[in-house]
């Protein structure tokens, strides 16, 4: 069974940073891309970053581009997304999301295979 864990939200004033987790069991993680998606509350949910099954190729929203960075440990099995300089705007629930390496679509669109359950992070001003 197939298990992507987030963690490393809560509560940030502005300005501040944070770093997210996900942790991914069940499936071969080196096989995977993994992706950042987020959802405010009576918003559609929205890409925020993504990276290759390799580490190579991140790539970002223009919303998080320059204040954010998306890595991975293949050999831990975990994406993290870190995220500075946060807004009110950046206040969701972050979702992580992995894709199979040879299917169709593209990262940013998706489609993704697998999602977690999500972490809130609330940017107080």
């Known amino acids: 069974q197939v298990q992507l864990v987030e963690s490393g939200g809560g509560l940030v004033q502005a300005g501040g940073s944070l770093r997210l987790s996900c942790a991914a069991s069940?499936?071969?993680?080196?096989?995977?891309?993994m992706g950042w998606f987020r959802q405010a509350p009576g918003i559609e949910r929205e890409f925020v970053a993504a990276?290759?099954?390799?580490?190579?190729?991140?790539y970002y929203a223009d919303s998080v581009k320059g204040r954010s960075t998306i890595s991975r440990d293949n050999a831990k099995n975990t994406v993290y997304l870190h995220m500075n300089s946060l807004t009110v705007a950046d206040s969701a629930v972050y979702y992580c999301?992995?894709?199979?390496?040879?299917?169709?679509?593209?990262?940013?669109?998706?489609?993704?295979?697998?999602w977690g359950q999500g972490t809130q992070v609330t940017v107080s001003s």
């Open positions: 999301a992995a894709r199979f390496r040879y299917g169709s679509g593209s990262l940013v669109g998706g489609p993704y295979d697998y």
């Open positions: 069940g499936l071969t993680f080196s096989s995977f891309a």
């Open positions: 990276i290759s099954w390799s580490g190579g190729n991140p």
